[in-house]
C-alpha cells in the first residue's frame, strides 16, 4: 500500500449509531461551539486561517485537546454563495491547508464564485500536531526494498523497528488517535463551527475515505459530495497491495512500451527501453548511481523505485519528463530522479524529513487493513513481485512500519454505504494506477445512492488535471446537484 492512495476501512448502516458514540457523538460535541464561532485572521494572497479545537479522545476521559489548522477562500461572489466547499487531498498525509493554497486559483470559475472553498489539516498531519518520528528518513531509504540476501532483509527490518520506535517515543500519545474515524468528527466539528447546516466535499485519493465515510455516519449533513480517485472499503490489504502493484507496474510497462515505440523518447534505446531500464535498476542495485546536484550521495535502487512512482502518478503528462531523468541517470547523473525520490520521501535539501510520510504510516497503519508481522509482509512481497516484478515490492516495503507499529490497527467497520444520504459522485479513472477502476465500481456499487462516472486516464485522479468532460459534470453537480447519467464516460 502506498502513500497517496490506499488504505480504507468502511461502516455498515448497522453499526452507523456504534461509529458516532465511538467518536464522542461529535454533533453533540460540536454544538457546544457557536456556529460561526472561529476567529479568521487574514494568512495570505485572499486566505483566511483560523485553528478548530477539538477533543483528542472524545470518547475517553483525556481533556486534553488538538488545534486543528483551517483555511478558506471566500466565495468571490457572496451573494451567489452556496455554502462551504471542503476538500482534502488524501495521503493520507497531505496537508490539506497547504493544498489549497495551492490549488485554489486552478478549480472552476464556479467553484470558486459559489463556494467558500475550506480545508483542515487532519490531526497528525501538516500544521495539526503533525506526527514526527525522525529528523531524516535517510537510514530507512538507504535500505533495499526488494532485499537480495537474508543480511539485506534483515537491516531493513531493523531500520522500520528503529522507525516505529521513534516514532512511540516522540508521537506516541497521539498515535492512538489518527485514526480516519477521528478525522470524521473532526469534520463535523468544523461543519457546526462554519455554521453549515450540511456540508459540500471534495475528496481525492484517501480522502474519498474520509469523506464516505462522514457521509455513511452523518448522511443528513451531506449536501454533495464528490469522492475522486476512491479506495475500496472492502478490499484486504493484500488485495489493495497486489492491485496497486499491478496498477502500478501497468502504467511502467505502457510508458517503456510507448518509449520504445517512439524513437523521440529520450529512453528509446532502439527499441528496448523495457530491457535499458531493467539494467538501470539492477546497476542502481549494485551501486548507487551519482548524482551531479548532490556529489556526497547517490541513487539506490530504492529510491530509483520511488522516483519513478511518484512520476506515475501524474500520468501521461509525465513520461518525457521520466524519459530524460532515466537517460541522465544512465549516462551517469541521477539528479532528477533522486529529486523525484526525494519529493516522494518528503526530504528537504538539508535532508530533513516533512513528516507527511510519518503522518501517513500513523493514519494508514491505524485505519489497517493488517498485513500483518515481518514474515507476513515478506510473503506477501513475494507475491507482489510475481505480478509486478519491478514495483511490487517496493509497494509493499513502503507500507513495512505497519509490520511492528506500536498502536494495533482498528477492527474492520465494514462496508461504506452512507443509506439515507443524497446522491454521492464516485469518480474513477479507467488506468489509475494508484486505485484502480475496480475500487471506483465497488465503492458506487457500495453507496445506496452512488453515481459512477469514469474517466479515461493513466494518471491518479481526474477532476482539475485537464480532463474537461470531468470538470464540467463535476462543476455541475457540486453546483446544481445534477448527476451525470449512468454509464457517463469522460
Not at 346 to 360: I, K
Not at 451 to 469: P, Y
Request: with cysteine.
Amino acid at each position: 500500500m502506498m502513500r497517496h492512495a490506499t488504505r480504507t476501512r468502511a461502516i455498515t448502516a448497522t453499526v452507523i449509531v456504534a461509529v458516532a458514540l465511538a467518536l464522542g457523538a461529535p454533533v453533540a460535541a460540536g454544538a457546544r461551539s457557536a456556529p460561526g464561532s472561529l476567529a479568521w485572521h487574514a494568512c495570505s494572497d485572499g486566505f483566511q486561517c483560523t485553528t478548530l479545537t477539538v477533543p483528542v479522545d472524545p470518547a475517553g476521559t483525556d481533556p486534553s485537546s488538538l488545534e486543528l489548522a483551517v483555511i478558506r477562500k471566500r466565495a468571490r461572489h457572496p451573494e451567489e454563495r452556496i455554502g462551504s466547499l471542503v476538500l482534502n487531498p488524501g495521503g493520507p498525509g497531505v496537508p490539506a491547508v497547504a493544498y489549497l493554497a495551492a490549488v485554489a486559483g486552478t478549480l472552476p470559475d464556479q467553484i470558486r464564485d459559489r463556494f467558500d472553498l475550506v480545508a483542515f489539516d487532519p490531526r497528525g498531519i501538516g500544521q495539526s500536531s503533525p506526527i514526527e518520528c525522525e529528523d531524516s528518513l535517510d537510514p530507512l531509504f538507504d535500505q533495499s526494498f526488494q532485499p537480495p540476501t537474508a543480511a539485506a532483509r534483515a537491516r531493513l527490518d531493523d531500520a522500520v523497528r528503529t522507525l516505529a520506535a521513534a516514532c512511540a517515543a516522540r508521537s506516541g500519545a497521539l498515535l492512538s488517535h489518527v485514526s480516519t474515524l477521528d478525522a470524521v468528527g473532526d469534520l463535523d466539528r468544523l461543519r457546526v463551527a462554519l455554521g453549515e447546516e450540511q456540508l459540500s466535499f471534495l475528496g481525492f485519493s484517501y480522502g474519498t475515505f474520509l469523506g464516505a465515510s462522514y457521509a455513511s455516519a452523518y448522511p443528513h449533513r451531506v449536501r454533495a459530495f464528490v469522492l475522486d480517485g476512491p479506495i475500496d472499503p472492502t478490499m484486504t490489504a493484500d488485495a489493495v497491495t497486489l492491485g496497486q502493484a499491478r496498477g502500478f507496474e501497468h502504467s511502467l510497462d505502457d510508458f517503456l512500451a510507448h518509449c520504445s515505440a517512439h524513437p523521440g523518447c529520450a529512453f528509446h534505446h532502439h527499441g528496448d527501453a523495457a530491457g535499458a531500464y531493467d539494467a538501470l535498476r539492477a546497476r542502481a542495485a549494485r551501486s548507487p548511481i551519482p548524482a551531479r546536484d548532490a556529489p556526497d550521495r547517490g541513487l539506490n535502487q530504492t529510491r530509483l523505485d520511488a522516483a519513478v512512482l511518484q512520476q506515475l502518478y501524474l500520468g501521461r503528462a509525465a513520461w518525457p519528463a521520466l524519459a530524460t531523468a532515466l537517460a541522465a541517470a544512465e549516462r551517469g547523473d541521477a539528479s532528477t530522479l533522486l529529486g523525484a525520490a526525494d519529493a516522494f520521501v518528503g526530504r528537504d535539501a538539508t535532508g530533513r524529513d516533512d513528516h507527511a510520510l510519518e503522518a501517513f504510516w500513523a493514519v494508514s497503519c491505524l485505519d489497517g487493513p493488517a498485513i500483518g508481522g515481518l514474515d507476513a509482509a515478506a510473503a506477501l512481497e513475494a507475491r507482489a513481485v510475481a505480478v509486478a516484478p519491478r514495483l511490487g515490492a517496493f509497494i509493499v516495503n513502503n507500507s513495512l512500519p505497519c509490520s511492528v507499529w506500536p498502536v494495533p490497527p482498528a477492527a474492520p467497520p465494514g462496508r461504506l454505504e452512507a443509506r439515507s444520504a443524497p446522491p454521492i459522485l464516485v469518480v474513477g479513472t479507467t488506468d489509475d494506477p494508484a486505485t484502480p477502476l475496480a475500487q471506483a465500481r465497488s465503492l458506487a456499487g457500495a453507496l445506496e445512492r452512488g453515481r459512477l462516472l469514469v474517466a479515461d486516464g493513466e494518471q491518479h485522479t481526474s477532476f482539475n488535471v485537464g480532463n474537461a468532460c470531468v470538470d464540467r459534470i463535476v462543476t455541475r453537480y457540486l453546483v446544481d446537484l445534477r448527476l451525470p447519467r449512468r454509464g457517463t464516460r469522460c
